[in-house]
């Protein structure tokens, strides 16, 4: 059996550690290592349950990136914490969190996992682009964010989502038959059916409006009737008898949302991605002696004694 490639949402995965986990989690100096420690457990348990040959933790280089906002500037506005004109905006984060990111970064160059991003580009940009390219080994996205079952496919290489909303216990394994089961969307085609059936319905957690009076059932509904968003748009504007006459009013209302919410709710298919080292899987940690002071200085015991432990191949 092929050995799957690991795309991890990395962001999405250390703040669910850093929620999950007490912040009387800390160093020697006091500093708060929960999300750190709970981010290594997750690694940990992804090496040994799913064995992937290929893992690579994919970062927002910027989370809430221009071409977005230009389209739709209510796009993630309520995260803001601070505009900045020569960078990145900054996300409002937990001010313990914070400082244990770079923790997070260290740790895994010195395993010797790969890390990803893109100038201008989310993860989930990232994880596109890497998806996008790959035509060989199936390939496992793991995400605690709804937003990457667009990636869903059956072909060239099959891709699916490991849902973490609910921790890694609890994990869904989500390919085309599960999300077109979940939402009533073709399994043919499941991914692009449920980008498009996200944009009708919009996400208040992403700034992302929606068309008022549709949600989650008559967005699937409508996108499996008439098979994609374009096609139902062209259909209401022809006052077509298929679209009922309270569902093209919704969508002439809407229309200049509908405009650019395809744009900005799909994941960037060939961002620039960059790699800091090779995407395989170690067999043992690139530099022990780092660790080693990491694991010291950070107080992280049994969370890097578990993730080494994960390097190791499984027994034949």
């Known amino acids: ?68 906002v230009d389209l739709l500037p209510s796009y ?37 996992l790969a890390t990803g991003e893109a100038a201008g580009f989310e993860a989930d940009d990232v994880i596109g682009t890497l998806v996008a390219r790959e035509t060989a080994d199936p390939v496992e996205v793991i995400t605690g964010d709804r937003d990457l079952f667009q ?10 989502v490991i849902y973490v909303g609910k921790g890694w216990a609890k994990a869904e394994v989500l390919g085309p038959a599960e999300i077109a089961a979940r939402y009533g969307v073709p399994v043919d085609g499941a991914g692009p059916a449920y980008a498009d059936m996200a944009a009708l319905r919009g996400d208040p957690s992403d700034g992302l409006p929606g ?25 209401a504007r022809a006052e077509s008898p298929d679209v009922p006459v309270k569902t093209r009013a919704r969508l002439a209302e809407a229309a200049e949302y509908l405009a650019v919410a395809p744009t900005v709710v799909r994941v960037a298919p060939d961002a620039p991605v960059v790699l800091s080292r090779d995407d395989r899987v170690p067999g043992a940690p690139a ?20 993730l080494l432990a994960a390097l190791e191949p499984a027994p034949r």
């Open 211 to 235: 068309v008022a009076g549709i949600g989650d059932k008559t967005a699937a509904k409508l996108i499996t009737q008439f098979g994609s968003l374009d096609a139902l748009l062209k259909a």
């Open 1 to 68: 059996m092929t050995a799957p490639l690991a795309l991890l949402d990395a962001a999405s995965l250390y703040f669910r550690s850093f929620y999950a986990l007490p912040e009387s989690m800390t160093a020697p100096d006091g500093t708060p290592v929960n999300a750190v420690r709970g981010f290594a457990d997750t690694v940990a348990r992804i090496l040994t349950d799913r064995r992937p040959a290929r893992l690579v933790a994919c970062l927002d280089a910027d989370w809430r990136p221009q071409f977005r």
């Open 76 to 112: 993630k506005a309520h995260r803001v914490a601070e505009i900045a004109d020569a960078a990145p905006d900054v996300e409002e984060v937990p001010d313990t969190l914070s400082p244990q990111v770079p923790i997070i970064l260290e740790l895994l160059e010195a395993v010797g």
């Open 287 to 306: 530099d022990p002696d780092r660790v080693a002071e990491l694991e010291r200085r950070w107080n992280l015991g049994g969370s890097v004694k578990r």
């Open 151 to 160: 990636l869903v496919r059956t072909e060239p290489a099959p891709v699916s």
